[in-house]
């Protein structure tokens, strides 16, 4: 345990590091990475996946020094990736960086709800396909699964902080190597079955009956959707927070980068290439919908997808819940809101407690609740969050961990290592940019068709 600097004891060690960063990477989004490589080609799509996971590990390398300031040792904490921005760049830049990362967090958590009723929805269809044949029509309604998921969601918001959810990421990255693995099987025993390796070399092969607007529309999206699906800085320093030390943290968070995007690149490039070499140019949005065969087997990945998404909702709404409650302690410190209760049930287990703020109890379970109504409002709002992904790839990921980095280091304008960062920084600019062009057509393209209430299956 360690209690330096501020007084607080943080328990969090490599293994939970780990599995915090793997959960906050990996999203059911993995399961479309099949379609984004067939949006692009071999050549292109594998390069994509090889240089992001790069990129994302050479940034990370780099916020994981701007968590103690002036020293990446023996400095000063920073608590948040905003503590961060506000310590080494100025407060002017805090205000669209908070905006911007607490946005793409709670936007994820009504992702997340909406994604774990269309896998509940799957299921449920999967039972009819068992009955009626793959070719019945089955209809599900996805609202009562929202407002199951947002129950569950509210008890567990109650964990004091991220470091309390350890137990959550353990189990939602071990559920994520599990429907991951399935996807994988199950494609290579595809590939097996027909005996030959599909796809095409070329992006603008990637389809002979789709328009080649469409055709670049799809390949801007794709391109985007694989540069920030191996992103967490939003989390990364947040993560950072909670590890004990010696050794020091950054060093320990270095590890967990190179262990957690290592990891994720593997089954990335496995699962996006297999699922692609099986499909080719018709890859499904989620390649579990693929296979009909093997239904059972299908069935405990999307079982899996659920359990997953449960702890993942928490890893990214504990910054928020923490980011609140922190400014209302210090607004109104005296507040009875912010006064611990502690209630003993020795009935149910000896010297079990619950320990809990008025703060904590009301407005999490509000926040949950807001949440939830709004997925539910919005069922569409997976395409926005493509948005928002995209949009904040090149600040949150990118550029502002370079700046912060080129503070902190003191390097020097005119460099050679200066013009390196900038020329990197550019090209994440231009992803980001034809990423955001893309996620705008397939959000227009969607919200011709979607409805309010209604999830589109």
């Not at 780990?18 to 399961?31: D, E, K, R, Y």
Request: aromatic letters at 12%.
């Amino acid at each position: 345990m360690d209690a330096r600097d501020d007084g607080r004891i943080r328990t969090g060690s490599m293994l939970s590091g780990t599995a915090h960063a793997f959960t906050a990477i990996v999203g059911s989004g993995i399961l479309a990475l099949p379609w984004s490589v067939a949006q692009l080609g071999w050549i292109l799509g594998l390069i994509i996946l090889v240089a992001f996971a790069a990129i994302t590990y050479y940034t990370a390398l780099l916020l994981s020094d701007c968590y103690r300031t002036p020293d990446p040792i023996n400095g000063s904490r920073n608590y948040t990736y905003m503590d961060a921005v506000r310590a080494l760049l100025g407060p002017k830049n805090v205000v669209v960086c908070g905006i911007m990362q607490y946005s793409l967090l709670w936007g994820t958590m009504i992702g997340y709800t909406i994604t774990t009723a269309i896998s509940v929805a799957n299921l449920k269809r999967s039972t009819c396909y068992h009955k009626k044949g793959e070719n019945a029509k089955c209809h599900v309604s996805g609202n009562l699964y929202m407002l199951t998921y947002g129950a569950i969601e509210t008890i567990l918001s109650q964990c004091p902080n991220l470091e309390k959810a350890t137990f959550l990421s353990i189990i939602a990255a071990v559920t994520s190597l599990v429907y991951s693995s399935i996807a994988l099987c199950l494609s290579i025993a595809k590939i097996f079955s027909h005996r030959k390796i599909k796809g095409n070399l070329m992006v603008m092969k990637a389809g002979v009956d789709v328009a080649s607007s469409k055709k670049i529309w799809h390949a801007f999206q794709a391109l985007g959707n694989i540069a920030f699906a191996y992103t967490y800085s939003m989390m990364l320093l947040e993560i950072q927070d909670t590890l004990k030390s010696p050794p020091p943290e950054n060093k320990v968070m270095k590890k967990v980068s190179l262990y957690a995007i290592g990891a994720t690149a593997l089954f990335y490039i496995s699962l996006g290439c297999m699922g692609y070499a099986a499909y080719g140019i018709e890859a499904p949005g989620n390649i579990l919908t693929g296979f009909y065969n093997v239904l059972w087997l299908v069935d405990i990945a999307n079982i899996a997808v659920i359990i997953h998404l449960i702890g993942a909702y928490q890893v990214f709404a504990q910054p928020i819940f923490a980011m609140h409650e922190k400014w209302l302690e210090s607004r109104w410190p005296t507040s009875s809101f912010n006064n611990i209760y502690t209630i003993r049930f020795p009935l149910i287990i000896k010297n079990f407690t619950v320990r809990f703020t008025l703060a904590r109890l009301l407005l999490r379970t509000a926040f949950v609740i807001f949440t939830t109504g709004v997925a539910m409002m919005f069922p569409f709002f997976n395409a926005i969050l493509g948005l928002l992904g995209s949009i904040s790839f090149w600040p949150l990921t990118v550029h502002l961990p370079l700046r912060m980095y080129i503070e902190q280091a003191k390097i020097k304008r005119g460099s050679l290592k200066w013009f390196m960062l900038q020329i990197l920084g550019l090209i994440c600019l231009v992803v980001t940019l034809v990423s955001a062009i893309g996620s705008i057509a397939d959000i227009s393209d969607i919200l011709k068709h979607a409805k309010l209430l209604h999830i589109q299956l």
